[in-house]
């Protein structure tokens, strides 16, 4: 899998802004052929923002 989705999204906010923490809630992904196929995650992120 490549850095699309969630995680380019987290990366460039990340590079915008002062990431302080991630609560990751949950996880559920879906595997066919012993490989994940998709998966996502709720969680929670703070971040301060500088002017």
Partial sequence: MGR???DGGFARQCQRAQCRSIYMKNMEATV???KIKSYRINAKISF???D
């Fill in 4 to 6: 699309g989705g969630a």
């Fill in 32 to 34: 066919e052929n012993g």
């Fill in 48 to 50: 301060t923002l500088e």
